[in-house]
């Protein structure tokens, strides 16, 4: 199994950052990739950042130039920079890791969810 232990979501006021990391261990075999989700009450979970075991990453539209997301694969760690925070970023934020199986298709498994919330 998977685990992923998320920390660093809180309060910020507009404009302000922080910073959120989701340590994975388990059974890692297969891993490709690691990022973020967030879902807003009412709203469907959406993307947010991911980066791949090669260091590709892909951030959504409205988190780039804003947003950074890294990785430390010694610690099986991901990382996400928030910068500029805006209101409309308030959201849980759910880490992700991809593993790949035997079979060529890929498994998901989610951390329990960080809140951020962003004050105006």
């Known amino acids: 199994q998977v685990q992923l232990v998320e920390s660093g979501g809180g309060l910020v006021q507009a404009g302000g950052s922080l910073r959120l990391s989701c340590a994975a261990s388990?059974?890692?075999?297969?891993?490709?990739?690691m990022g973020w989700y967030r879902q807003a009450p009412g709203e469907p979970r959406e993307l947010v950042a991911t980066?791949?075991?090669?260091?590709?990453?892909n951030y959504a539209g409205s988190v780039k130039g804003r947003f950074t997301i890294s990785r430390d694969n010694a610690k099986n760690t991901v990382y996400l920079q928030m910068n500029s925070l805006k209101p409309e970023d308030t959201a849980v934020y759910y880490c992700?890791?991809?593993?790949?199986?035997?079979?060529?298709?890929?498994?998901?498994?989610w951390g329990q969810g960080t809140q951020v919330t962003v004050s105006s």
């Open positions: 992700n890791l991809q593993r790949l199986t035997h079979w060529g298709t890929t498994n998901h498994y």
């Open positions: 388990g059974s890692l075999y297969g891993l490709n990739a």
């Open positions: 980066v791949t075991v090669g260091g590709s990453t």
